[in-house]
T-cell receptor, first 115, second 114 residues
Framework: AQTVTQSQPEMSVQEAETVTLSCTYDTSENNYYLFWYKQPPSRQMILVIRQEAYKQQNATENRFSVNFQKAAKSFSLKISDSQLGDTAMYFCAFMSGGSNYKLTFGKGTLLTVNP | EAQVTQNPRYLITVTGKKLTVTCSQNMNHEYMSWYRQDPGLGLRQIYYSMNVEVTDKGDVPEGYKVSRKEKRNFPLILESPSPNQTSLYFC?????????????FGNGTRLTVT
């Protein structure tokens, strides 16, 4: 079974600075997808970014980018120019390719952006 | 507006009293799923459905039932709720399973069982 590990339960960053959230996963598969979800206090689950394992190029979405290291099974999220609205719980998630679309989630990292 | 709608948003009930949490999507999605979120555990899949009349167990199905009689609806049924089912529940849907079509989440249902 796949596992997803987020080793940082909580992090904080000053507004406008850069922060990196860590995620590692364990799988024997070669075809899979990785995601970062954001859950603000409103508790809505918002997709931040996704990465296909077969793509070597790291995904980027505006201020959000990932560092995907397939051999190391690492998928970190970098948030540049942090904003107060980035304060949220962040979940890393894994999905096996061709699966029932089950997302296996990490336990989450609570990020606080301080003014 | 394309969305996944869950009701109710908050529910407090007592042990053993049957309840249903409704989920509806208006995007003609084939795939629907239920997750529960608990502190320190992240989200875990309860049940999923690939299409109408096709449902299957996720990782934590005990104590739950689902049905998929129509494409748009995927209710979660707790026949005899217990306190360990106190949790935050999310319904989610996707155009199809097996690829990386975005998974759309509802706004969650906070259930408390006393």
């Amino acid at each position: 079974a796949q596992t997803v590990t987020q080793s940082q339960p909580e992090m904080s960053v000053q507004e406008a600075e850069t922060v990196t959230l860590s995620c590692t996963y364990d799988t024997s598969e070669n075809n899979y997808y990785l995601f970062w979800y954001k859950q603000p206090p409103s508790r809505q689950m918002i997709l931040v970014i996704r990465q296909e394992a077969y793509k070597q190029q790291n995904a980027t979405e505006n201020r959000f980018s990932v560092n995907f290291q397939k051999a190391a099974k690492s998928f970190s999220l970098k948030i540049s120019d942090s904003q107060l609205g980035d304060t949220a719980m962040y979940f890393c998630a894994f999905m096996s390719g061709g699966s029932n679309y089950k997302l296996t989630f990490g336990k989450g990292t609570l990020l606080t952006v301080n003014p | 507006e394309a969305q996944v709608t869950q009701n109710p948003r908050y529910l407090i009930t007592v042990t053993g009293k049957k309840l249903t949490v409704t989920c509806s999507q208006n995007m003609n999605h084939e795939y629907m799923s239920w997750y529960r979120q608990d502190p320190g555990l992240g989200l875990r899949q309860i049940y999923y459905s690939m299409n109408v009349e096709v449902t299957d167990k996720g990782d934590v199905p005990e104590g739950y039932k689902v049905s998929r009689k129509e494409k748009r609806n995927f209710p979660l049924i707790l026949e005899s709720p217990s306190p360990n089912q106190t949790s935050l529940y999310f319904c989610a849907s996707s155009l199809r399973s097996g690829d990386n079509s975005p998974l759309h989440f509802g706004n969650g249902t906070r259930l408390t069982v006393t």
